[in-house]
């Protein structure tokens, strides 16, 4: 298989994935919604609304984001730079945090405070720091959870970078198995009812997602940056996790909770969807590959637009024109306005983060290997 990092840019397949998955996740939250617009009598297009539900298309998208995240974080690091925890550290820094910190008046004004609730400075403060969910404070708005958990994987890449481990198939292979492992075992007793999940639901989930993450680095490890062989163990544990992950936990589950509205169902359908989108289906336009680099602003930001979109409808009359509209037309309106938001988010603020966040670690880089020639001794 082609080596993934072959040629200049970005991986343009990727790309694809993060533009699917970020629509999907605006379907998902759209149809919820949407589908309250006219609870008289049922919306047209509902059908819209019953596929997403039930097949929860959000999750699909949340899922083939975290595969994408252990496919591409690990191989940003490069072990044999000056200083790669630091650059890293700041590169990811300035990834993620502009923009974040855009999305927090935004969510907050979309959520709260258009709706006359309360969402105080405290609050704010804290979500500003993305750590609010270990402060058990409410965040801004909903799909936070998910870059908590982005950020302990930055964390865990660190550690695997310190222990010479992020190149290592076999002990990459071994934590995600034993992650998906403890997450089945604990979720299987839950569904026997032996434990209650609330409070066990965040740390048990922590533990699957990272896992996923993991998936996407050894499988890419085993496939893609094979170099001169990940060996046959890692490449059975990548197999065997995968099979985890698309057959073995969606039927446990299924049997124990229905095919439909069911988590493991739907992770499978991402990780089949990750799969096919880097194998025999990489798709390759210029229209993903827009939709793809702004996808990151397409989900911090999409709230931004449909919540207050949808609370100006509630305000006209029932029988409004407004109101009647098909499903589908307020999908198709909601997804053009939040790529033209995410666009201006990008060109603005991404791009701009992005590219401080290179120069400072570049000059951290420059500082540091200027340190350690100035403190290494000369040879006699």
């Not at 890692?234 to 589950?253: D, E, N, T, W």
């Amino acid at each position: 298989m082609q080596s993934a990092t072959s040629g200049p840019g970005r991986l343009r397949f990727i790309d694809t994935l993060r533009a699917v998955a970020a629509l999907l996740v605006v379907w998902m939250h759209v149809a919820q919604c949407y589908v309250g617009l006219q609870p008289e009598h049922a919306v047209r297009g509902r059908w819209l609304y019953d596929v997403a539900q039930s097949l929860d298309v959000g999750r699909i998208g949340v899922v083939v984001f975290f595969l994408i995240s252990g496919f591409v974080i690990p191989f940003s690091m490069r072990p044999d730079a000056p200083a790669p925890v630091v650059r890293f550290a700041i590169k990811r820094f300035f990834r993620i945090y502009p923009a974040y910190w855009l999305s927090v008046p935004v969510g907050a004004f979309a959520t709260y405070w258009l709706w006359g609730q309360p969402f105080g400075a405290g609050e704010f403060l804290i979500n500003l720091t993305l750590l609010e969910d270990l402060f058990g404070v409410r965040d801004a708005q909903g799909v936070y959870w998910t870059l908590l958990i982005e950020l302990a994987f930055y964390i865990l890449c660190i550690m695997l970078l310190l222990t010479n481990s992020l190149r290592d198939g076999i002990r990459i292979g071994m934590l995600a198995a034993t992650l998906a492992g403890g997450h089945a075992l604990v979720i299987a007793l839950v569904w026997k009812g032996v434990l209650p999940l609330p409070p066990l639901q965040p740390m048990i989930f922590f533990a699957l997602h990272l896992s996923l993450m993991l998936c996407g680095t050894l499988y890419r490890l085993c496939w893609f940056d094979a170099g001169d062989g990940p060996g046959v163990r890692a490449r059975q544990l990548v197999l065997g996790l995968f099979v985890f992950h698309l057959f073995i936990f969606p039927i446990c589950g299924s049997l124990a909770r229905g095919t439909l509205e069911n988590y493991p169902v739907s992770d499978a359908l991402g990780v089949a969807m990750f799969l096919l989108g880097t194998t025999v289906l990489r798709l390759q336009t210029r229209l993903t590959d827009w939709l793809g680099t702004i996808s990151y602003s397409i989900y911090l930001f999409h709230l931004g637009v449909y919540y207050p979109l949808f609370w100006w409808l509630m305000r006209q009359p029932a029988d409004s024109a407004w109101r009647q509209l098909h499903l589908g037309v307020y999908l198709v309106v909601n997804a053009v306005l939040v790529v033209a938001l995410a666009t201006v988010v990008y060109r603005f603020v991404e791009r701009p983060g992005i590219a401080l966040g290179h120069r400072l670690a570049s000059r951290s880089s420059r500082d540091e290997r200027t340190l350690s020639l100035r403190t290494t001794p000369l040879a006699d």
